[in-house]
């Protein structure tokens, strides 16, 4: 039996546009459900207004000894007091918080470069290269750098000892750790099927590094650098507190070892220590939360686990 | 677990052993200072040795150490005393050995770091496995979560705000040392032994604090994986009961890769355990090093600094070792 099908008129209406949502509504979707990252970006740049602003209106002499009337409390005068040795310790602090960003970002960056470069040497080539720089970071790793970092920080004279002296000494010892994790993640990256697209096209072995691997590595280098930062802050913070930072400067971890071998708790100069302390703790708690946010935005397996 | 695989491990931890001791040997060779002539250059100034005294120290620190060899002999004779366990002689407290200084200190550290790392270890491993567990309490779950939050904070700092907080405000303990001025140190008598536990308090906690959070966050994450396993699931359907599931099924396996985690965390329980002890200003491994920092006495630092790398190292060589006892499946492959 043949039926006809009654003609069907289909009008084919405009399809409403996809109303693509503007980049900074993606934004700001994503840092909605990465709380951990869009509150350690925010305290990350609380801090930094606070020190930036800062140096355009301290006086930055204050932050050095003999400056200011001693060992005064919190007052409208000094809102963060004065230590021991005659430091305003606002000033101290804008530029103590300057100085431990610094080493750290260097620390940290240039930490993570030489990982980088070791790590796509050492996967991208293998062979007896491969073999030589794991073996060096695995026979590295066990040794407390801490204890590296104190005997080299030891033997500089104390007079060497700046900012920069203290961060090449945290980053003598801190590239194996991102080494060896650009490493694993070439690894991986070079057994994906783009990257035989490339070799089989003519690309040159350059060329797939930069314009292939690369793009495609970045979250983890980003990841890998904040994390070398947070690792270099505790390693300065360390070895300021045991006196071995270059001791003229209101480093943070200085400070604290000031007020530390002045007993300043004993005395009930409470606020001297507490302060750098409390910098301390918010540098690094924002940076462990950025940490947190990156691993969830680098490695989308880590939500699974939520 | 077969014998190559033990040899192979302990020529590993040989050359770690051996890069540690080359690079804390040639590092201060490399440097300007030379720490024997500016230490007794320190006390000639201090006008507190007769020339005799001074003369006598200067050639017996010269045969000792051979400072005028060549520097290949020099390090050669290093590793050789090394293997003999001879670490030299203290500059400052001469004439007693870096060995002696450091079994000093050593009870201190050991009993302080053990206790924190293993109580640590355990509220991390249950808390996280806790949290990460289904059917575990809602208010369990909830109490986790902000140990988690702890994990950016080093037990140095949490020492500090301890301080501050819990002895300086509250006067709940005291502000640093190991004991009491006033009392007699004598591990016989209980007051001193209460003294000294009260004055532990604060350090262990911050110790405690300071790392716990990295064991509740791993412990978690491996958690959820292994409660999604097939032996948890064909568990369930057996009809054992939630606590056999909990504890055999579930927790014994998840803590597995935290031993290694154990291993690898070493080096971090030491390095913040020595901050920890100058902080507190206990008569530890920190601050004998920090005493030496101080002093320039480079001996003993060295010394030091090798000692912690051989235990570190043994340790985490020991716990892989180990690790075939505890995990069966390693064992057999």
């Not at chain 1, 919190?74 to 305003?88: E, I, L, M, N």
């Not at chain 1, 690369?214 to 990841?223: G, Y």
């Not at chain 1, 300065?236 to 400067?249: H, K, N, S, T």
């Not at chain 2, 405690?208 to 359907?237: K, N």
Request: proline share 6%; glycine share 8%; net charge positive.
């Amino acid at each position: 039996m043949a039926t006809t099908f009654p003609p069907t008129t289909v009008t084919i209406r405009p399809v409403a546009e996809v109303q693509q949502p503007s980049r900074t509504t993606l934004v700001f979707r994503y840092f909605r459900r990465n709380k951990s990252l869009l509150i350690g970006l925010i305290i990350l740049f609380i801090l930094i207004a606070f020190t930036v602003v800062g140096q355009l209106v301290i006086n930055p002499d204050n932050a050095y000894p003999l400056s200011v009337r001693s060992k005064q409390p919190p007052s409208a005068q000094y809102p963060f007091g004065t230590d021991f040795f005659g430091r305003d310790l606002l000033a101290a602090m804008v530029l103590g918080l300057w100085q431990t960003a610094l080493i750290g970002v260097l620390a940290g960056g240039i930490g993570t470069f030489v990982g980088v470069v070791l790590g796509f040497i050492s996967a991208y080539f293998g062979g007896l290269l491969d073999a030589g720089i794991k073996g060096i970071c695995q026979i590295l790793t066990p040794i407390p750098a801490f204890l590296i970092q104190v005997v080299l920080a030891g033997s500089l004279d104390k007079r060497d000892v700046t900012v920069y002296t203290m961060a090449f000494v945290v980053v003598l010892l801190a590239w194996m750790g991102p080494t060896l994790v650009i490493r694993s993640q070439v690894l991986t990256m070079k057994e994906r099927q783009f990257v035989s697209v490339a070799k089989l096209s003519g690309m040159g072995d350059l060329g797939i590094i930069f314009r292939e691997i690369l793009p495609n590595l970045l979250p983890f280098i980003v990841a890998a650098f904040v994390t070398q930062v947070f690792v270099a802050q505790i390693a300065a913070l360390y070895l300021a507190v045991l006196g071995l930072g270059p001791l003229r400067e209101p480093l943070l971890g200085n400070i604290i070892w000031a007020a530390q071998t002045q007993s300043a708790f004993f005395n009930g100069w409470w606020w001297w220590p507490l302060e750098p302390a409390l910098a301390m703790v918010l540098i690094l708690g924002s940076l462990a939360l950025i940490i947190m946010g990156l691993d969830e935005f680098a490695n989308p397996r880590v939500r699974r686990s939520e | 677990m077969s014998i190559t695989f033990v040899i192979r491990r302990l020529i590993f931890l040989v050359f770690v052993i051996w890069a540690a001791a080359t690079i804390t040997f040639f590092i201060p060779r490399l440097s300007t200072r030379n720490p024997v002539r500016q230490r007794l250059a320190e006390l000639a100034t201090k006008g507190g040795f007769s020339s005799t005294d001074l003369e006598a120290m200067v050639k017996s620190y010269n045969t000792k150490f051979g400072l005028d060899k060549p520097l290949v002999e020099q390090y050669f004779d290093y590793v050789g005393s090394l293997a003999r366990g001879d670490l030299g002689v203290s500059l400052y407290k001469y004439p007693r050995t870096v060995l002696e200084l450091i079994g000093d200190a050593v009870p201190w550290t050991l009993a302080l770091l053990l206790v924190t790392t293993i109580l640590s270890f355990i509220i991390g491993n249950l808390l996280g496995a806790v949290a990460a567990w289904p059917r575990s309490p809602g208010w369990l779950r909830t109490f986790a979560t902000p140990f988690v939050l702890l994990q950016g904070m080093p037990p140095v700092l949490m020492g500090f705000l301890l301080l501050f907080f819990v002895a300086f405000r509250l006067r709940l303990a005291p502000l640093g040392n190991a004991y009491s001025s006033g009392i007699i140190p004598d591990w016989s008598s209980l007051e001193f032994l209460l003294d000294v536990f009260s004055h532990m308090v604060l350090p262990a906690l911050s110790l405690i604090l300071g790392t716990v959070g990295g064991w509740v966050l791993s412990m978690r994450g491996m958690g959820v994986t292994t409660q999604g396993e097939d032996y948890v699931t064909y568990a369930e359907h057996k009809g054992l009961g939630g606590t056999t599931i909990f504890r055999d099924y579930y927790l014994r396996n998840a803590m597995l890769p935290q031993v290694t985690g154990l291993a690898l965390a070493l080096t971090a329980v030491v390095t913040s355990g020595v901050v920890v002890e100058q902080i507190f200003g206990l008569p530890g491994i920190g601050q004998t090093l920090s005493l030496a920092i101080a002093n320039n006495d480079f001996l003993v630092i060295y010394g030091i600094v090798l000692f912690i790398t051989i235990a570190v190292a043994t340790l985490m060589v020991g716990v892989e070792l180990m690790y075939p006892l505890l995990d069966p499946r390693v064992r057999h492959a």
